[in-house]
């Protein structure tokens, strides 16, 4: 498949975010492709800096586009994914960050865009969908490509949790917090809470409390993604809970509000230019 049209998603919030559009927007045009821009980034960079085709609502720009080219870090990545999952656009990233697991490309590796023309892969990749319910009633709905966070708010102290998984009890923790994580997000708040990194052609939820007070449950867990996994509070005590979904949606818990997480029937696709690029990221920027 050759790709005719482009979505430049770019996170204006970095420095070198308008040099790296203009160069990436003219590779993209010396290889005949057509490059869109949504109308919120238009308003803030200005369309005299950027050479873009077409500029329309964000939503539109994803759903116009052949593939959605990620100028940032792994946050611009998540901002995306969230949008794309939706309208089924794929994602190939360009890191303007500082680790970036999820780009495919560093800024100096732009010749590779010349397989836009010629032929490439996807990678497909779970999501998590996070529901709330208050009473057996559902209150809200999150879907997450790295990961659930469940902790406190704005006073950091213990939580105490059970976790489930389809009806049977599996712990109680003692900790400062609880990751249900993707395969994508194992190599993000997971890892550095003592979690494993899982290869992200596989599908499964990984489980780790952060800073456990308990010896006998200080483990990561990893579940089958066809498991239905339940969180609930055990405290007596009132307290802030949160729920965090890919470090970006929170929403406040009551002490009696069930967290359930399954897999989503939505994903995210990445355009793949490199083989084992995941691995590839993981060798040279955890050394």
């Known amino acids: 498949m050759a790709v005719s049209k482009v979505l430049l998603y770019p996170n204006i919030n970095k420095k070198s975010c308008l040099d790296a559009l203009d160069v990436v927007s003219d590779k993209l045009h010396s290889l005949g492709i057509r490059t869109i821009m949504s109308e919120e980034t238009q308003k803030v960079v200005g369309k005299d800096n950027i050479k873009a085709d077409e500029y329309l609502p964000v939503r539109s720009a994803f759903e116009?586009?052949?593939?959605?080219?990620?100028?940032?870090?792994?946050?611009?990545?998540l901002?995306?994914?969230?949008?794309?999952?939706?309208?089924?656009?794929?994602?190939?990233?360009?890191?303007?960050?500082?680790?970036?697991?999820?780009?495919?490309?560093?800024?100096?590796?732009?010749?590779?865009?010349?397989?836009?023309?010629?032929?490439?892969?996807y990678a497909d990749r779970m999501m998590i969908d996070i529901t709330i319910e208050q009473g057996g009633t559902?209150?809200?709905?999150?879907?997450?490509?790295?990961d659930?966070?469940?902790?406190?708010?704005a006073v950091s102290s213990m939580?105490?949790?059970s976790l489930n998984c389809d009806g049977s009890r599996v712990a109680n923790y003692r900790a400062d917090g609880l990751i249900i994580s993707t395969p994508t997000g194992s190599s993000a708040y997971c890892m550095s809470a003592g979690g494993p990194i899982i290869d992200t052609k596989l599908d499964a939820f990984c489980v780790v409390p952060i800073?456990?007070?308990?010896?006998?449950?200080?483990?990561?867990?990893?579940?089958?993604?066809?498991?239905?996994?339940?969180?609930?509070?055990?405290?007596?005590?009132?307290?802030?809970?949160?729920?965090?979904?890919?470090?970006?949606?929170?929403?406040?818990?009551?002490?009696s509000d069930r967290v359930i997480?399954?897999?989503?029937?939505?994903?995210?696709?990445?355009?793949?230019?490199?083989?084992?690029?995941?691995?590839?990221?993981?060798?040279?920027?955890?050394?």
Do not use: W
């Open 79 to 121: 901002t995306a994914a969230h949008t794309a999952c939706i309208t089924g656009t794929p994602l190939l990233g360009i890191n303007l960050g500082t680790l970036g697991y999820m780009s495919e490309l560093e800024i100096g590796e732009l010749s590779l865009l010349d397989k836009l023309n010629s032929g490439f892969e």
């Open 211 to 255: 800073c456990s007070h308990s010896l006998s449950g200080s483990r990561a867990l990893v579940f089958s993604p066809n498991s239905v996994i339940t969180v609930q509070s055990v405290s007596e005590k009132g307290g802030d809970l949160i729920l965090t979904a890919d470090g970006r949606f929170s929403v406040p818990l009551t002490e």
């Open 148 to 153: 659930a966070l469940i902790s406190r708010g």
């Open 64 to 77: 116009s586009c052949d593939i959605a080219v990620i100028l940032g870090g792994d946050g611009t990545m």
């Open 159 to 161: 939580v105490r949790l």
């Open 138 to 146: 559902e209150s809200n709905k999150l879907t997450a490509l790295n």
């Open 261 to 287: 997480i399954t897999k989503s029937k939505l994903k995210t696709r990445f355009v793949k230019l490199k083989k084992d690029a995941f691995y590839d990221a993981l060798n040279r920027k955890l050394i």
